[in-house]
């Protein structure tokens, strides 16, 4: 199943691009008004679910006793470059492989090697295994910055998405920050599942108001500002993240 990703996500992933060594839970957590906690769950649910897919340190190879890294663009058959890439990243001094979506330069191999006879040796290598290199170039040096769009912003509509997690066998707990727009808002539990707003099969589980915490049962009026823990034994529908956020999941949420 895929994994939505929301407002609270997006800035875990722009601070672990920007420095994962430096960057901490707590630190997040200020930012987007949530506990550690739920940064470091949602952090393991990203890390389950191959979005995060690991942390690299950046090395500065010149530095290392005079090596240098050089780039090879290259071509593969497009039915064989899958298979070509993994074997070219088993090459020794064979760094990381790139595969692009095109039919002619689809695979950018990086290398680092000890001198020029290194660099050829590798050269070699990847041209024995049939993969046809287009170009070779000496990296002199790579300014990496985090995804902008993921990143802090004043005219970024705030997800009103608390925290998010899967459960077993495809159901979900969401806890929402209750909008004033949402549909929900000023309606019993008892009249929003009249209503059709919430289905027969999705529970309000927990309702914060303030530093009160509520037993929700069928006379429970949702009201703005609530933390509403919900419920579903499947993936929350766009139209059911809505009834309770007003809209704003549908554009923060991505299935």
């Known amino acids: 199943m895929s994994h939505r990703i929301d407002e609270i996500d997006r800035l875990i992933l722009y601070h672990l691009s920007a420095d994962a060594r430096n960057t901490t839970a707590p630190r997040i957590a200020e930012e987007v008004d949530v506990t550690p906690a739920t940064i470091r769950n949602r952090i393991r649910q990203l890390e389950e679910s191959g979005i995060i897919q690991g942390y690299h340190a950046v090395i500065d190879y010149e530095a290392t006793n005079g090596k240098f890294t050089t780039e090879f663009t290259c071509t593969a058959p497009v039915s064989e470059r899958s298979r070509l890439a993994d074997e070219a990243l088993a090459t020794p001094g064979v760094i990381n492989v790139r595969e692009l979506l095109a039919g002619q330069e689809n695979l950018v191999v990086t290398a680092v090697g000890t001198d020029t006879d290194d660099i050829n040796r590798i050269a070699h290598d990847l041209s024995t295994l049939g993969i046809v290199i287009e170009r070779e170039d000496i990296l002199l040096n790579e300014r990496p910055r985090p995804y902008e769009a993921?990143?802090?912003?004043?005219?970024?509509?705030?997800?009103?998405?608390?925290?998010?997690?899967?459960?077993?066998?495809?159901?979900?707990?969401?806890?929402?920050?209750?909008?004033?727009?949402?549909a929900i808002t000023g309606r019993t539990l008892a009249a929003a599942t009249e209503d059709g707003i919430i289905p027969d099969d999705v529970l309000v589980v927990s309702i914060e108001r303030?530093?009160?915490?509520?037993?929700?049962?069928?006379?429970?009026?949702?009201?703005?500002?609530?933390?509403?823990?919900?419920?579903?034994?499947?993936?929350?529908?766009?139209?059911?993240?809505?009834?309770?956020?007003?809209?704003?999941?549908?554009?923060?949420?991505?299935?």
């Open 210 to 255: 303030g530093d009160e915490r509520l037993t929700p049962d069928g006379d429970t009026r949702i009201e703005a500002g609530d933390v509403v823990s919900v419920f579903s034994p499947e993936a929350m529908s766009e139209r059911l993240l809505s009834a309770f956020d007003g809209g704003e999941a549908g554009t923060d949420r991505q299935v």
């Open 150 to 182: 993921f990143g802090p912003g004043q005219d970024r509509t705030r997800s009103a998405v608390r925290d998010f997690q899967h459960v077993a066998g495809g159901a979900e707990v969401v806890e929402f920050t209750i909008a004033e727009s949402a």
